[in-house]
Structures are given as C-alpha cells and as structure tokens.
C-alpha cells in the first residue's frame, strides 16, 4: 500500500539502539527508505537484518566527520535528529568534560547535520522537514540532569531559530520532547520503583512512553498533516509538563 512517505529518503541519526531504532524501523513500515548512522556498527548490523537501510557509521560529535558523511549520502527527503547522549550529574558534581560532551552530541550535531542536509535541500529547491528529539527536561528541571537539561532546553532554542530561519524555503523544523521512554536502557534504569514511583506521580497519565509512541509522533510531524506545524515543541509526555 502507497503512503506519503513512499520511496522517501530519511535520515535518522542515533538508529543504532532505543527510539531512534523504533523511529527507523516505524518510518521504513510506512514505507520511508531509513538512512541510518549511528555509533555502533553492530547495531547498525541487527538493524540492516531487521529493515532494508543504507546504514553509515559515525561519531556525529565530529562536525567534519558529519560534512563529508553527509556528501555520500545522496538527496535526503526528511531528517531526524535522534542521536543524544545522557550524563547525569548534579549542578554542583556537573564537570566541564560532560558539560562539552553532551552539548557537541545533544546540539551542536543537530547543528552541523542539519546544516548540511539543509544546504543541499535549498540548492534542489527541495522543502523538507526536520524532526528534533528533545526531552521534557528542556522546560522541567529534573534532579541531577543539569547539563541535559540545558542541552535540551538549547535544542529547543536551536529548532525555534531553525523554524524561523527556514520557514522562507518551506522547510518544517519541530522538536517532540517525551518524557522517560522505556526503551530496554531506560526499562533498567527506571525498573526500580523507588526510582521510577517519584516520576511515575509527575506524570498525569501514570505511565511512561513506549518507542512507538515517540515515533508515531515524529511521523505525523514529517508528514503532510503538519504541513502547518513549524517551530513547535510536542510533549509526548502523558501530561508531565502540563502539571
Ligand atoms: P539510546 O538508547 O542511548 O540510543 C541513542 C542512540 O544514539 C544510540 O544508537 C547511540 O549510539 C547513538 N548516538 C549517541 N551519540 C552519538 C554520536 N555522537 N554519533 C552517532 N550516534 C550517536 O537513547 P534513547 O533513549 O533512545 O534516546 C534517543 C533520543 O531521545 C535522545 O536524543 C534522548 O535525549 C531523547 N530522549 C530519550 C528519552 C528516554 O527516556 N529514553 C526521553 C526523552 C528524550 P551508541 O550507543 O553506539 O553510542
């Protein structure tokens, strides 16, 4: 059965492990040709037995890295910046070392892939759309996520300006932002319910989100049915920031 995304290029950064491997794999069922980079090439392998995908590995930390990585790639319809990185530490424990690994991977790769994905749209005349994986942590505080938080709440800041700047080239730039996904990392960190009951009362919906949810969301961000969507920040977050 034809969809709109048919025959669509997209490119999902991070696709190697949790939601950006469930985005992959819910984008190419919808018929999206998945373009893959991720860190680890034995996930990247798992993936390319799971979908068919041009898988490429790369640390997206490296902005020259990402410039020639995305010279080979030949014309992306739709990008999805899913790559990003957790280090938790207090405001007070945070070191300047996580300080500068979180941002290069949580905003300063959507940075430079999008720009280089962007300038080539603009010289095909191409009018894509960009997904951000953000976090409810860009507009909540959440203990011992200092440096998250910030790079969260800058990546916000980033897909607004994004919005803006593109808008004139019909181009879409928008961040989801859920709140804790179970995917299996996330299932062991938050599998304690003394860990897990504090947050579970946040969120008014009492439960946290599944992978499918987060990508059925970026999916409907893609598409043509947000064709009127552009610099927004969509909690896929049971309610957590509404309270
Ligand atoms: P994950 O399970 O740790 O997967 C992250 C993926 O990104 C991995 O495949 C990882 O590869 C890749 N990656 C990390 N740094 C990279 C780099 N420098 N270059 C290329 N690939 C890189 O994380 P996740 O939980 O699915 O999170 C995905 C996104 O959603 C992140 O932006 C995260 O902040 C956001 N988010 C997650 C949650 C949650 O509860 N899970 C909630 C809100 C927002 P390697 O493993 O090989 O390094």
């Not at 995304?5 to 919808?30: E, N, S």
Request: hydrophobic fraction near 50%.
């Amino acid at each position: 059965m034809k969809s709109e995304f048919t025959g669509q290029r997209i490119l999902v950064t991070g696709a190697g492990k949790g939601i950006g491997r469930a985005i992959a794999r819910h984008l190419a069922a919808a018929g999206a040709r998945i373009v893959a980079v991720s860190r680890t090439a034995a996930d990247l392998a798992t993936l390319g037995r799971e979908i068919t995908c041009e898988t490429h590995v790369a640390d997206l930390s490296d902005p020259s890295a990402v410039a020639a990585l995305v010279g080979t790639m030949g014309d992306i319809d739709h990008l999805v910046n899913n790559a990003g990185i957790s280090i938790p530490q207090t405001f007070l424990d945070c070191t300047a070392e996580a300080f500068d690994r979180t941002m290069a991977v949580n905003v300063r790769a959507v940075l430079s892939v999008s720009q280089a994905v962007v300038r080539r749209w603009i010289v095909r005349g191409h009018r894509g759309a960009i997904v951000n994986l953000s976090s409810q942590a860009s507009q909540a505080a959440l203990p011992a996520h200092a440096v998250y938080c910030a790079s969260k709440g800058a990546l916000d800041a980033l897909t607004r300006v994004m919005a803006l700047e593109l808008g004139a080239h019909g181009i879409r730039v928008n961040a989801v932002n859920p709140t804790v996904t179970l995917t299996p990392m996330a299932e062991m960190a938050w599998g304690d319910p003394a860990k897990s009951g504090p947050m579970l009362a946040r969120i008014p919906l009492g439960r946290f989100a599944r992978p499918w949810e987060v990508a059925a969301v970026v999916e409907f961000l893609l598409g043509p049915s947000a064709a009127m969507i552009t610099g927004a920040a969509l909690p896929v977050d049971g309610g957590f920031l509404a309270t």
